[in-house]
């Protein structure tokens, strides 16, 4: 059975920063890309970053670039959204996604609020 556990979200304040985490099992981790996802309340899930598999090439939406980096460690099946200089805009249920082929898996997310 294919799990993946997202956490470290919480509430931060504008400026701030925070490292998400997304902890897989029940696959072989270091076959699939991966990808953060967010969805804000009344918005549709949009991608964040994405990673390759061996975690060589890495893609982002345009307005986390310079502020957020994905990362993967193959050795731990965890991969990781490292998010600084968070904005209000930012706000949103953070989710990951494991994916080969035509096959996806998801977390179940984790609440990121950035808020003064």
């Known amino acids: 059975q294919v799990q993946l556990v997202e956490s470290g979200g919480g509430l931060v304040q504008p400026g701030g920063s925070l490292r998400l ?10 076959a699939y890309a991966m990808s953060w996802y967010r969805q804000a309340p009344g918005k549709e899930r949009d991608l964040v970053a994405h990673i ?11 307005s986390v670039k310079g502020r957020f980096t994905i990362s993967r460690d193959n050795a731990k ?10 904005k209000a805009e930012d706000t949103a249920v953070y989710y990951c996604s494991a994916e080969l082929y035509r096959t996806r898996y998801w977390g179940q997310g984790t609440q990121v609020t950035v808020s003064s």
């Open 21 to 30: 985490s997304c902890a897989a099992s029940g696959l072989t981790f270091n």
């Open 77 to 86: 099946n965890t991969v990781y959204l490292q998010m600084n200089s968070l």
């Open 52 to 62: 390759s598999s061996s975690g060589g090439t890495t893609n982002y939406v345009s």
